[in-house]
């Protein structure tokens, strides 16, 4: 039971970029699916959560409206489309799932991790 998060890389600033996260041993359309990032020097932070029934899918305020999290359940894997990148978009990217709903859970409650794919928004 594993995830592998893919995609990462050196973005120009205005640019876009997907990343990936596949799983391995189970099916992700069974849960939610949580994407987060953590900046050098700087705490892990949630950036969105897709749900696996129609509770929807949530962004936090910092990329609001530039990303969106989709998923194809026939790969068996969720993504994350990043658009008009900022230089402060510069993190390394990890993907988890929870059986908790995206409404209420924290961090805490992300029990399978990918292995992170760093993301570096410069010109």
């Known amino acids: 039971v594993q995830l592998q998060a893919s995609g990462g890389g050196l973005v120009q600033p205005g640019g876009s970029r997907r990343l990936s996260c596949t799983a391995f041993g189970f099916r992700m359309d069974y849960y939610n699916v949580g994407w987060f990032r953590q900046a050098p020097g700087k705490e892990r932070q949630g950036v969105g959560c897709t749900s696996s029934n129609d509770d929807g899918t949530f962004y936090s305020e910092a990329v609001k409206g530039r990303f969106t999290i989709s998923r194809d359940n026939v790969k068996n894997t969720v993504y994350l489309e990043m658009n008009s990148l900022k230089p402060e978009d510069t993190a390394v990217y990890y993907c988890?799932?929870?059986?908790?709903?995206?409404?209420?859970?924290?961090?805490?409650?992300?029990?399978?991790w990918g292995q992170g794919t760093q993301v570096t928004v410069s010109s």
């Open positions: 988890a799932t929870t059986g908790t709903s995206c409404m209420v859970a924290g961090e805490a409650h992300f029990g399978t």
